[in-house]
Structures are given as structure tokens and as C-alpha cells.
């Protein structure tokens, strides 16, 4: 039976022995992928049940290559392209330039390198540069790189509590360096998960499913946003100094803390997996949310006069995104543990 590439037949399972069970190879394959008889091959059992089979040699020789001409490129967009290629999986980035755009080409390849993890300049010379990662994606367990991030988003919110508390306001000079940290770590989780797709191997180093790895690539969008909004705080605190006082005691500070203890109940349950305290801080998110739209309504409504009502409003659509944000945390979570709870069953059961 003819076999196309990526298609599918149905071959019998044989018995030989009595106590060892075959299936013949398709034989376009074999010679897709040079095979000969002794040759290793890797059999990897997958949790849905399927058995992969792939080329030992394959694995280990198997290497991404991206290659960008600038002369082809649109005005500008090499680091767009760059980043592209990053999260696609790339294992070697070849840029090729003529000598008068080496300068601005070198800006582009210099911010890439610092929003991204693991790559180093390889090669380069008067026509190109040649980029090459130096980790593998299966090294970093994706939960480090969450945990990482929870903690830069909440020591910034910390430290942006800390101000109203007296303390000083220059601990929020690297806010800008936090966030950015925030970015590589998502960028890095999307490029694994993205990896993790075709490749079993890295699947069976970060011992995660495909659903599962997704959805820990939605959890770290989530704690991405929620810094963009931790940033926006540490901004208005830091250009405002004289405005801040007027905020001890209302109500979108004392939210704050509110969020700080939802969330971490949330990271805690990526491991524990317990709905009725993942629901919990979910309902206290919610209710902050509520308390946090009435204030502002109250703010446009009679306030309109003090100077500080553009801040308040400001300071309080942040709170209000954190916790949106961490909402939308604790779903992914009890997504992942009814699938984790999911059976199989016949359709005649």
C-alpha cells in the first residue's frame, strides 16, 4: 500500500515467538530516511498512547537553520525576523548584509541577543554574521523560568508598596530591567514549547505533554501582562513623588495585597492541583475587581476637581489588570488539572 508523507495506513500487529509482537515498516519511509537494516531507531511511548518512532541518527544530527538577506528584508524588521526565527526553534541564525548597513544590522543583532536567552555570535565578517544557541531547549524545566518571572512581577509590586511605606523610591530604578527579564523568559518559554512540538526528545527532557507545555506558554503570557501593568505602577509612583501620599488608604492600594496572596496561591497550585483553593483566590480576584470599578466610578463622578484623580484612575486600572490577569492565571490552571484528571474510555462503555 502506498504511503504518503505524513499520511497514515492500517498495518496488522504480528506475533513472533509467541512472546514478541512486530509491525512491518512502510517502506517509502525507510528510504526517505536512508535506513538499513541493524539501524537504531528510537521508540518513544507517549502519554496519549501513541508510539513514536524516529531515526537515532536523525536526533542527534538535527539542527534549525533560519538564513536572512537584508537586502530582501523590509526597512527595519531584522529584529522582528530575528525574534521570528528564535521562536520557531532556531539553532543557527545566518544574517547577510553588504558593508555599508554592517553598523545598523549590528544594532538589530545587538538587541536581539539581549532580549533573548542561550545565542552567541558564531561567525562574522564584512558580509555576515552568523548566530548559533548555545543551550538546548530542553534544559531549563519550564517551571524555573515561571517561577523567575512571578517573583520579578511581585517584588516589583512589593517594591512599589514599599514607597507608600517610606521607603525609597530609587528601589524602582531597574524596573525597566525586571520587565524586560520578564519578556527573554516568555520569549524562551514560547521558543521550548515551540521546540517541544516537533521534537520528543526535548517533550521527554521537560517531562511535559504537548497540551501541558502550551498551556504553561498561556501561564507565562499571563505573568507577562501582569508585569506590563507592575511596570505601569512602578512609572506613575516614580515620576509622581508628590501625588503618592494622596493615595495611603484608598482603595486601589489596599487591593494590592489582595493580589499579592491570590497569585501566590495560584503558583502554588501548579503543583498541588487543588481546585477549591485555586477557585478561592479566583473569587477574591473577582471581588477586588468589583470593589476596584466602583472606586473608579466614584473617582469620575466626584472627584473630578482634585489633582490627583488622573493618577488615581491610573494607579487603579493597573490593580484592576493585575487581577484580571491572575484570573485568567487560575483558569489556565484548572484547565490543566481536569485534563490531567480526564480517562479514556470505549465508545462502548
Given at each position: 500500500?502506498?504511503?504518503?508523507?505524513?499520511?497514515?495506513?492500517?498495518?496488522?500487529?504480528?506475533?513472533?515467538?509467541?512472546?514478541?509482537?512486530?509491525?512491518?515498516?512502510?517502506?517509502?519511509?525507510?528510504?526517505?530516511?536512508?535506513?538499513?537494516?541493524?539501524?537504531?531507531?528510537?521508540?518513544?511511548?507517549?502519554?496519549?498512547?501513541?508510539?513514536?518512532?524516529?531515526?537515532?541518527?536523525?536526533?542527534?544530527?538535527?539542527?534549525?537553520?533560519?538564513?536572512?538577506?537584508?537586502?530582501?528584508?523590509?526597512?527595519?524588521?531584522?529584529?522582528?525576523?530575528?525574534?521570528?526565527?528564535?521562536?520557531?526553534?532556531?539553532?543557527?541564525?545566518?544574517?547577510?548584509?553588504?558593508?555599508e548597513a554592517k553598523k545598523q544590522t549590528g544594532l538589530q543583532i545587538r538587541r536581539f541577543l539581549r532580549s533573548t536567552?542561550?545565542?552567541?555570535?558564531?561567525?562574522?565578517?564584512?558580509?555576515?554574521?552568523?548566530?548559533?544557541?548555545?543551550?538546548?531547549?530542553?534544559?531549563?524545566?519550564l517551571h524555573a523560568s515561571l517561577n523567575r518571572m512571578y517573583l520579578l512581577v511581585t517584588s516589583l509590586v512589593k517594591?512599589?508598596?514599599?514607597?507608600?511605606?517610606?521607603?525609597?523610591?530609587?528601589?524602582?530604578?531597574?524596573?525597566?530591567?525586571?520587565?524586560?527579564?520578564?519578556?527573554?523568559?516568555?520569549?524562551?518559554?514560547?521558543?521550548?514549547?515551540?521546540?517541544?512540538?516537533?521534537?520528543?526528545?526535548?517533550?521527554?527532557?521537560?517531562?511535559?505533554?504537548?497540551?501541558?507545555?502550551?498551556?504553561?506558554?498561556?501561564?507565562?503570557?499571563?505573568?507577562?501582562?501582569?508585569?506590563?501593568?507592575?511596570y505601569s505602577l512602578s512609572t506613575l509612583v516614580h515620576e509622581n513623588p508628590k501625588l503618592t501620599s494622596n493615595l495611603?488608604?484608598?482603595?486601589?492600594?489596599?487591593?494590592?495585597?489582595?493580589?499579592?496572596?491570590?497569585?501566590?496561591?495560584?503558583?502554588?497550585?501548579?503543583?498541588?492541583?487543588?481546585?477549591?483553593?485555586?477557585?478561592?483566590?479566583?473569587?477574591?480576584?473577582?471581588?477586588?475587581?468589583?470593589?476596584?470599578?466602583?472606586?473608579?466610578?466614584?473617582?469620575?463622578?466626584?472627584?473630578?476637581?482634585?489633582?490627583?484623580?488622573?493618577?488615581?484612575?491610573?494607579?487603579?486600572?493597573?490593580?484592576?489588570?493585575?487581577?484580571?490577569?491572575?484570573?485568567?492565571?487560575?483558569?489556565?490552571?484548572?484547565?490543566?488539572?481536569?485534563?490531567?484528571?480526564?480517562?479514556?474510555?470505549?465508545?462502548?462503555?
Amino acid at each position: 500500500m502506498a504511503l504518503e508523507e505524513r499520511g497514515h495506513e492500517i498495518r496488522k500487529l504480528q506475533s513472533t515467538g509467541g512472546s514478541t509482537f512486530t509491525i512491518s515498516l512502510p517502506k517509502p519511509w525507510v528510504i526517505n530516511y536512508a535506513l538499513n537494516a541493524h539501524d537504531p531507531l528510537r521508540i518513544d511511548w507517549r502519554p496519549s498512547g501513541a508510539l513514536r518512532i524516529t531515526p537515532l541518527d536523525m536526533i542527534e544530527k538535527g539542527l534549525q537553520k533560519a538564513y536572512f538577506s537584508i537586502n530582501k528584508l523590509p526597512e527595519n524588521s531584522l529584529h522582528d525576523h530575528l525574534m521570528g526565527a528564535y521562536i520557531s526553534g532556531a539553532d543557527i541564525i545566518r544574517i547577510d548584509f553588504e558593508s555599508e548597513a554592517k553598523k545598523q544590522t549590528g544594532l538589530q543583532i545587538r538587541r536581539f541577543l539581549r532580549s533573548t536567552r542561550g545565542f552567541e555570535i558564531f561567525q562574522e565578517d564584512e558580509r555576515g554574521v552568523e548566530l548559533m544557541c548555545i543551550i538546548n531547549a530542553g534544559d531549563m524545566p519550564l517551571h524555573a523560568s515561571l517561577n523567575r518571572m512571578y517573583l520579578l512581577v511581585t517584588s516589583l509590586v512589593k517594591d512599589v508598596l514599599g514607597v507608600f511605606e517610606g521607603e525609597d523610591r530609587d528601589y524602582l530604578n531597574d524596573a525597566e530591567e525586571r520587565e524586560s527579564e520578564v519578556d527573554s523568559l516568555l520569549y524562551l518559554i514560547e521558543r521550548q514549547v515551540r521546540v517541544l512540538l516537533d521534537s520528543h526528545k526535548v517533550a521527554t527532557s521537560l517531562q511535559l505533554s504537548r497540551t501541558q507545555a502550551i498551556e504553561y506558554s498561556n501561564l507565562a503570557r499571563s505573568l507577562e501582562r501582569m508585569m506590563d501593568h507592575s511596570y505601569s505602577l512602578s512609572t506613575l509612583v516614580h515620576e509622581n513623588p508628590k501625588l503618592t501620599s494622596n493615595l495611603i488608604g484608598v482603595t486601589s492600594l489596599e487591593q494590592l495585597p489582595i493580589w499579592q496572596q491570590s497569585l501566590k496561591e495560584l503558583m502554588i497550585n501548579i503543583r498541588t492541583k487543588d481546585s477549591v483553593r485555586i477557585e478561592s483566590a479566583r473569587n477574591n480576584l473577582k471581588k477586588s475587581q468589583k470593589v476596584l470599578i466602583a472606586y473608579e466610578q466614584d473617582l469620575l463622578k466626584n472627584h473630578r476637581q482634585n489633582e490627583w484623580m488622573a493618577f488615581g484612575l491610573s494607579f487603579s486600572e493597573s490593580v484592576r489588570r493585575l487581577c484580571a490577569y491572575a484570573r485568567d492565571f487560575g483558569e489556565i490552571l484548572l484547565n490543566m488539572m481536569v485534563f490531567g484528571e480526564l480517562t479514556q474510555t470505549s465508545r462502548k462503555d
